[in-house]
């Protein structure tokens, strides 16, 4: 009875149809099992340009899905352009070396970026897939994998680096200074921007993997630790995820992140967890109030 329903009927059609323009007599009832059939592209690791992008979002169109989950930042590489911080770009969008494609322990030695897009590009991708029916969900990670944001501004992160944009994949220690005013306004003013570039009503900010050393031995951190009658450094990361939530909010928009926010029971149950360790972590989150996007690493990664 909407326009999407009308758009996901011409899809069937199309499937269906004859080479010679021909349709059987046939009755069709068809609804989503799914309200959420996303698929998201991380494009950190690997880039892949506005035109590659538009025919990915043609096959999931064909294919009756609806969201595009756009992983636009991590420990190798910034790609949407920041106009308030030019060195995201700059910076953040190169990285001096990539893990060779059949053995990751290796690097390839070739010096990989600038890549990013553009405001421009994000619009016109926002746009086109808009009349795919495809909502797009950008991704900005926080307060881990934020490496090659802080090779461009160490001053963000709890030692002050200096820092390079990492070449291998995996986890690295040093995350946003939680216990930072300045870096809570730098993440504040990055997403003020992102806001304006599309207009899913969701903003998904990360949250996994975020190893504690940094901030166990931040003076920082351990300050706001204190300051908020938190037990531990695991309760600062829901400390964080709260306040971007209530910031996002405030903007009309909700938040998503991965199921490790959800390791804290102070986490406000409006965060949306998408469970990408296993179908038990959503399991969890769901028994403790919390909506949840089902994405467990097993059946649904397709490198494995």
Known sequence: SSLSGFFYASQTLDQIIDSDLTIQYLHIDDAPRFQYRGVMLDVSRYFFNKTTI??????????????????????????????????LTTIGSKRDASPLIKDRSRLDHVPYGPYFYTQEEIKEIVQYAKQL???????????????????AYPEYSCTGGPFKTKCFWGISSDNYCAGNDATLKFLED???????????????????????????????????????????????????TNHFKTYLQNKGRQIIGWDEIANSDILSKSAIIMAWRGTEYGMKAINKGSKVIMSPKTYLYLDY
């Not at 043609?58 to 920041?82: C, P, S």
């Open 54 to 87: 538009k025919l990915i979002l043609d096959e999931m169109a064909f294919y009756k899905m609806n969201v595009f989950h756009w992983h636009l930042t991590d420990d190798q590489g910034w790609r949407i352009e920041i106009k308030k911080y030019p060195k």
């Open 133 to 151: 029916h495809i909502e797009v969900i950008p991704e900005i990670e926080m307060p881990g994998h934020g490496v090659a944001a802080l090779a």
């Open 190 to 240: 990055i997403l003020d921007e992102v806001v304006e570039l599309f207009d899913s009503k969701y903003i998904h900010i990360g949250g996994d993997e975020c190893i504690k050393t940094c901030w166990n031995n931040c003076p920082k951190c351990q300050q706001r630790i204190r300051d908020n009658n938190l037990k531990d450094s695991e309760e600062l990361q829901a400390w964080f």
